[in-house]
């Protein structure tokens, strides 16, 4: 009985070993995807300047709406129903959920696709520039193909098997972005019109996910080859007897129909769907909003989307922080339900450091995007332009990080409907923002709208998890010493900017504007981190006990014990 059990345990063991060295593979791929994704913006930016620029930002959000439309939700799905069969052994039944569910998904796609192609004009003028409908048209090959790369994607995860989600991921955003500034390169050479050099751009997103779903094909061919040689071998060594229970499938008669499977499917990906589609509702909105309102006041639509391009000078860099969060995100669903059917107490405490420590992350990179918004802005975009906006822009930063870990804690929670409604919610803040505040104060208008709509569903997420928690409200004064923290680092990085500045003009003249305002970006992001971090230990907002949570926590908390920045008497 003994080893038997010493057996299981060490299954169990080896099992989630796999599972955590999958995962952590996969959050690598997603951090290394988003971050190429994310900053693609920038030579898109700098090679075709803002007026192409935004085009491809009016653009991209319609894309990723309707992608979402049809595709979210559905690689979770479908490792879920692939899971389940895979464990009772009934492995044609799995190919089947996977066959089902590419038959959903590319009828959907395939709607999809004539949306956009037939669309175009349409949605263009929708946006309020013509320039748009070559890029509608560009990008919308690329839902012909990512429905089944979804779909193999969830196949291979239900198996526990993350190498081919993960590669798939780094491929699709390598072959992107190198399509598009090989496109742009060339486009530019050619003198093309903006419309036409963004519709380069988008294209990346198509040879993207032709060069991903390639790479899935091949490994989805090497699997059904194992699988067929594992099935002949299981029939050659069982007995007479035994032949008929060594295959992969289950009894013919118990498969259940096409149809029904479908809707299965399709009911259990819904929720999902609900829940992701709304963040790019909010860009979807300024898509629509912010370019029509400033023709309203008097620009022409190349003047439009110029300044649609500079609103979008900041999101590059706040996409880059909250997707962070949406790694931090794929762990909160399992750990806070594990928390939930579990000890009442564990679940408060898990979810308010799990809350209080994001939100901490979040500030800081808010109030440092918002105090380096010149330099990092000349850096990046060569201009000063709209830093202002850039500024308030990167407010949302905090609210974006908070939102997405909400988001996550509320689905462990069992609440997956939450934070769909918390975001329609935003949705609504935000057009009412954009058609009061835009028209008076253009772009920083539409900054101000998104702070406020980001700031209204963390508050909604807030107040939830506190009631199904339990968790008792704070008083005011435990935000005191985050905020202490943050106004030092910000004091910190305004001094940097007034001295290093004249300091780099006089020793480095030969560094030019750019460069002068890299060094001070770079040595802000570092000076920045340092002076925060030493605050939060200081001023107790963060101690010892929590700090020996980190990975690597214990070892950092007795260096800094022993530098005495712990505040006296703090009791672990």
């Known amino acids: 009985m003994s080893t038997e059990k010493g057996t299981q345990e060490q299954t169990v063991t080896v099992g989630s070993s796999r599972l955590l060295k999958g995962a952590a593979l996969l959050a690598a791929a997603a951090v290394f995807s988003k971050l190429l994704g994310t900053l693609q913006k920038i030579p898109l930016q700098n090679i075709a300047g803002d007026g192409a620029f935004g085009i491809y930002n009016a653009v991209y959000p319609l894309y990723l709406l309707i992608l979402f439309l049809a595709t979210a939700g559905f690689p979770i799905t479908v490792a879920k129903f692939v899971q389940d069969r895979a464990a009772a052994r009934d492995h044609a039944g799995a190919r089947r959920v996977a066959a089902a569910s590419a038959l959903l998904l590319t009828a959907t796609g395939v709607l999809c696709f004539l949306l956009l192609y037939f669309g175009a004009d349409v949605l263009a003028g929708w946006i309020g520039t013509a320039a748009a409908a070559p890029a509608i048209r560009s990008i919308s090959y690329a839902l012909l193909l990512v429905p089944v790369l979804s779909v193999l994607r969830g196949y291979f995860q239900g198996y526990g098997n993350m190498v081919p989600t993960a590669v798939s991921q780094a491929v699709e955003q390598t072959v992107r972005v190198l399509t598009m500034v090989l496109l742009l390169l060339y486009l530019t050479e050619q003198g093309a019109g903006d419309g036409d050099i963004a519709a380069g751009a988008t294209f990346g997103s198509v040879t993207g996910a032709a060069g991903a779903l390639l790479l899935l094909l091949f490994y989805w061919q090497r699997s059904k080859d194992r699988s067929v040689g594992r099935r002949e071998a299981a029939e050659r060594s069982a007995a007479p007897g035994e032949a008929a229970r060594a295959g992969d499938a289950g009894p013919a008669g118990t498969q259940e129909p096409l149809g029904r499977l479908m809707a299965s499917i399709g009911a259990y990906a819904l929720p999902i769907c609900l829940g992701s589609i709304m963040t790019p509702i909010l860009n979807l909105i300024d898509a629509f909003t912010i370019p029509r309102l400033l023709l309203g006041g008097g620009a022409d639509p190349a003047e439009a989307m110029r300044q649609f391009g500079l609103y979008n000078h900041g999101l590059p860099l706040v996409q880059a922080v909250t997707m962070v969060a949406s790694s931090l995100s794929a762990v909160l669903v399992p750990a806070i339900a594990a928390a939930k059917a579990g000890d009442p107490a564990q679940l408060q405490i898990r979810t308010e450091r799990t809350v209080r420590m994001t939100g901490l992350l979040g500030l ?36 974006g990080t908070l939102n997405i870990v909400l988001a996550g804690v509320l689905q ?26 835009v028209p008076r104060w253009g772009i920083a208008g539409a900054a101000v709208s998104a702070v406020l709509a980001f700031a209204a569903a963390s508050a909604l997420g807030l107040a939830e998890v506190r009631r199904l928690t339990g968790a ?81 926590g214990g070892k950092l908390a007795s260096a800094l014990t022993k530098l005495r920045l712990f505040p006296q008497g703090e009791r672990l």
Do not use: D, W
């Not at 609440?415 to 009412?432: D, E, S, T, W, Y």
């Not at 002068?516 to 002076?531: C, K």
């Open 364 to 399: 800081a990179a808010a109030a440092g995007l918002a105090s380096l918004t010149v330099p990092v802005n000349v850096m990046l975009y060569q201009s000063e332009e709209a830093s202002g906006t850039m500024a308030l822009l990167a407010l949302t930063a905090l609210f």
């Open 412 to 437: 462990g929670l069992g609440a997956v409907n939450a934070p769909a409604l918390h975001l329609l919610a935003a949705a609504a803040v935000k057009i009412g923002g954009s058609l009061l505040l």
């Open 472 to 552: 008792p409200q704070r008083p005011g004064s435990s935000a005191l010493a985050p905020l202490a923290s943050a106004a030092l680092m910000c004091a910190a990085l305004g001094a940097l900017q007034l001295a290093g500045g004249p300091l780099l003009g006089a020793l480095a003249p030969g560094l030019g504007p750019r460069g002068q305002a890299s060094v001070l970006a770079l040595a802000g992001v570092a000076l920045g981190a340092a002076v925060y971090a030493l605050a939060l230990l200081r001023f107790g907002a963060v101690n010892r006990a929590e700090l020996e949570q980190l990975p690597g």
